[in-house]
């Protein structure tokens, strides 16, 4: 039975959401403040994590930070805003997926269950990507560079893993906004081509002077060995 971590302060949502999501199958403990959801999650250990930005102590977004500071437990945030903008902050945080309010409990345990699939998915051990010098460990999220350790964001490492599981492929920017940061409508490709630079950056390199990061104009980008550039 999954167990889940419901990090909300209002009551009215919280009561009738903890016994719905039991109504599902999952095993639910809820927390009021930020403060007491972080050491929950700590002594807990939960399988998720559900995660309103608006709690009465401290901004959910800095919760959140906190949280992927000291683990790797999967977070779905709970969001009034439906803007790009605070959807692609969140994510690039460190959320796993967002759901905008109001939500159904029925909505929130279809995300919940895409979630772990993706978590197990990744538990039951994906083997570390090779492609040249670059290696990405998903069991890990640790990411080396020949022989040296990559410091990555958690949204640098997501785009970089999708990208090196499909090395040699060019890949849309319009999938990498759906399967990277789960925007699957609208979204801007100025958002990926931001944490591209970013990503290309800490991996030594430009656009201009590609090494494993080679872009396909008007299509998307490759990621290959160097040398490869197709």
Known sequence: MPRLLLIEDDLTIRTPLVRALRERGHAVAAASTALDGLRDALDERPDLVVLDLGLPDL????????????????????????????????LDAGADDY????????????????????????????????????????????????GVAVEL???????????????????TKRELLTEVWHIPYGGADKTVDVHLSWLRRKLGESAQRPRYLHTVRGVGVRLAAPGDAG
Do not use: N, Y
């Open 59 to 90: 901004d959910g977004r800095e919760l959140l930070r906190m949280l992927r500071a000291v683990s790797a437990v999967p977070v779905i945030v709970a969001t009034a805003r439906d803007d790009e903008t605070e959807i692609v902050r969140v």
């Open 99 to 146: 759901v905008v309010k109001p939500f159904t409990a029925a909505q929130l345990d279809a995300r919940v269950r895409a979630v772990l699939r993706r978590a197990a998915a990744t538990a039951e051990g994906d083997p570390a990507l090779v492609v040249a010098g670059l290696r990405v460990d998903p069991r890990s999220r640790q990411v080396t560079l020949d």
């Open 153 to 171: 964001t958690p949204r640098e490492f997501d785009l970089l893993h999708h990208l090196a599981a499909r090395a040699g492929q060019v890949v």
